[in-house]
C-alpha cells in the first residue's frame, strides 16, 4: 500500500512525484491505441428506460445521447441479460449520427436478487429517507453487492466494448440513490454510518473496485465518475472523491472524466476555490457535466437558486457557467432540447468552440492542498 499522508503540494506536483513510483512498479497502465478523444458538445438526457425523441435525434445542434437504464432492466434474473432497450437505442443513436454515453442505475435501479444476496450473506444496510420515502441501501463497500455488480459491468462491457457509437460509460460507487455522488451525511446520519463501520479507506477501496472493473470492461470509452463531497465523514469534505480521482488517474492516467452534475446558473465561479466544485477544476482536461434540474416549465427556478427568470437566461447562464470549468459536454434535459432550441444552439457552438463564450474563462487558480492524499493499491 501507498500511503501518502498531509502531502501539501497541489495535485500537479502529486503527479509528478508519483509518475516514477508507478512506472518502477509496473502499475502505469495506457490507454488502447487509437482511443479517440472526449467527445464535445450537448447530450440529450432522456429519462431512464425512455426513448429518445426523434426530435432529439435529429437536432443537429444535439452531438450525443445520454441512455439510461436500470440494472433491473437489463439483469431483471441474476445472469438473464435483456438488451433490447439498450441495443434499440444504441442503434437509434448511431443511425442518427449521434455518440452515446450509457449509464446503468446501481442504486435505485437494481434488482430485488441483489439485495437479498446481500441479505443472505450477511451483509450491512443504510437505511435513510430519500425525499420522503424511506430506503434501505447495502453498504457501498459490501463484498457481495460488489460482486454482483462489477459481473454486470463485464456483462455490459462484452456486449458494448466494441461498438463505436458508445464513447462514455459512466462509474460510481458512492450513490445511494441515483447515479450521482451522494453519501448522506446530515448529523444525524453519521452515527449510522460510524456504526456500520464506515471509513474513507473501505469507500476507496470500493471506488477502486468499480473504476477498474469498469476501465477492464470498456477498454475503447471514457469513464464518467460524477463527484462531490461527504460532509465531516471524511478527513475533508472531498477526501474520498479527490483521493478516487488521482487513483484512477494514477492507473489509467487520460481515461476518466470527472463530471460534476449539478450545474446551474448559481454554481460558484470557477476555480471553485475552498467549494466541491474545486476538484473539476483541478481535473481539466477532463471534465464535464449534467445539468441539476430541466429549465423549461420549471416553476421552482432550481437552476436559478429558486429566483424566477426567463428559462432560456438561466440554461444560457448554466452553459456559461460549465464552459468557464473547462467542460467538453454537458448533458441537457431532453425537455430543454425541445422546448429552448436557441439555447440548445448556443450551447453546441460553444462547447465545441465555434462561438466564444462571453467572457473568457478565469486563469488562475491554485488548487487548495488536500488535507491527504492516498492511493489505493
Known sequence: MVFLENVRNSARSFRIVLLPLLLYSGQLVFPASGFSQIPRGVFSLPPSDQSAQDGSLTNPDVDGISIRSGWISIEPTEGV?????????????AAAGKVVI??????AGKPAWVTQAVSNAGGLFFNFVDDGVSTSIPVFW???YLAKKKAMIAAVGAHFANNPTVK???ASFANATSEDWNVPHTSDLIP???????TSDKMLDAG???IDATMVAFPNQYVALAVAGDGSLDPDSDYVSRNAVATANASWPGRLIVQKNCLSAVNPPAPGTNSDFELLWDSRPNVAGQMLWSCAGDTTYRNNGGVAADP???????????VSYGMNYIEIYQTDV???PDEISYAHAVLNGTTPPPSPPPTGGTPAPPTGFRLVP
Open 102 to 107: 450509457l449509464r446503468i442505475a446501481t442504486q
Open 142 to 144: 459490501d463484498p457481495t
Open 192 to 198: 449510522q454510518w460510524q456504526a456500520l463501520g464506515y
Open 338 to 340: 425541445a422546448n429552448l
Open 168 to 170: 462514455v460509460i459512466a
Open 312 to 322: 432560456g437566461t438561466i440554461l444560457q447562464n448554466s452553459v456559461d457557467a460549465g
Open 81 to 93: 441479460f435483456n438488451w433490447s432497450f439498450l441495443d434499440s437505442e444504441v442503434a437509434r443513436a
Open 208 to 210: 477502486k473496485q468499480i
